[in-house]
């Protein structure tokens, strides 16, 4: 399992929600790219970056702070946050990010995620962020009116790489990632899965590795301390493909 350490921007500064919450938000400093090293000096070799802006009005602001970190932190980065149209994930492609989240436009236009997929095979990984069991869309302020293992069935169907799931009543809350729905989705998953949210201890992360997912975005436990940046490099030695 790999531990992918998250760069979230708000704003043009790095920061982590608290479920997602935008009136809930916490700073961690000025600089995403600063940020970004930080965490290739720890052992990171991929970085989730998202622009925050951009998955809540499907309109990126960040694009500047998103193309230097790709350009300039020597990782494999994964993009997210906005993406909705062809044009929107080939231009991130096109900057180097080796792989694209999509989320809203996934599941909102199954004939445009086929179309990624076959055009970028390998680099469209589809977001299901689920509350309550339902894939919530729109950076998170809408329900879709899909429940999480048939949207996976969808996606996996349209030729997505692999699934980023996200329990958004555990996101930045520390107090553990939703296993069981982790556990539920795997036996339906055709894909590698990567977990996110919730995670606050080592002990959380070795209780993800059990589960057989491929990889763990980390954020807030990363940044409070709550996990030691070592495990970057003891879990992110392998780079996923």
């Known amino acids: 399992m790999v531990v ?28 995403p790219l600063e940020a970004a090293r930080r965490w290739k000096e720890a052992g990171a070799t991929w970085l989730h970056v998202v622009d925050l802006d951009g998955a809540r009005s499907g309109k ?19 993009v997210g ?5 062809f044009n ?16 809203t436009a996934a599941v909102r236009d199954p004939d445009l995620l086929k179309e990624l997929c076959v055009a970028c ?36 169907s349209a030729g ?3 699934i980023l799931f996200t329990a958004i009543e555990t996101d930045g809350g520390l107090g553990g990632p939703d296993v069981p729905a982790i556990e539920a989705l795997l036996q339906v998953a055709e894909v590698p ?20 997912v491929e990889a763990v975005v980390v954020g807030t436990a990363l940044y409070e301390g709550r996990v030691p940046s070592s495990v970057i490099a003891q879990y992110g030695g392998a780079v996923a493909h």
């Open 193 to 212: 899965i990567i977990a996110s949210g919730g995670v606050g201890s080592v002990d959380h992360l070795e209780a993800l590795s059990r589960t057989g």
């Open 121 to 156: 095979p390998g680099q469209i990984v589809v977001a299901l962020d689920a509350r309550g069991g339902e894939v919530a869309v729109e950076g998170w302020t809408e329900g879709s009116g899909k429940r999480v293992l048939d949207a996976a069935r969808d996606v996996q």
């Open 4 to 31: 992918i350490p998250a760069v979230d921007i708000l704003n043009g500064r790095p920061v982590q929600l608290l479920r997602g919450e935008f009136d809930r938000v916490t700073h961690y400093g000025d600089s």
């Open 81 to 85: 946050g906005g993406l909705r149209t």
């Open 88 to 103: 929107d994930v080939t231009r991130v492609l096109g900057w180097g990010a080796e792989r694209v989240v999509v989320g």
């Open 160 to 162: 997505a790489s692999r």
């Open 60 to 78: 990126g602001s960040n694009g500047d702070a998103v193309r230097t970190i790709i350009e300039e932190s020597g990782l494999c980065v994964q």
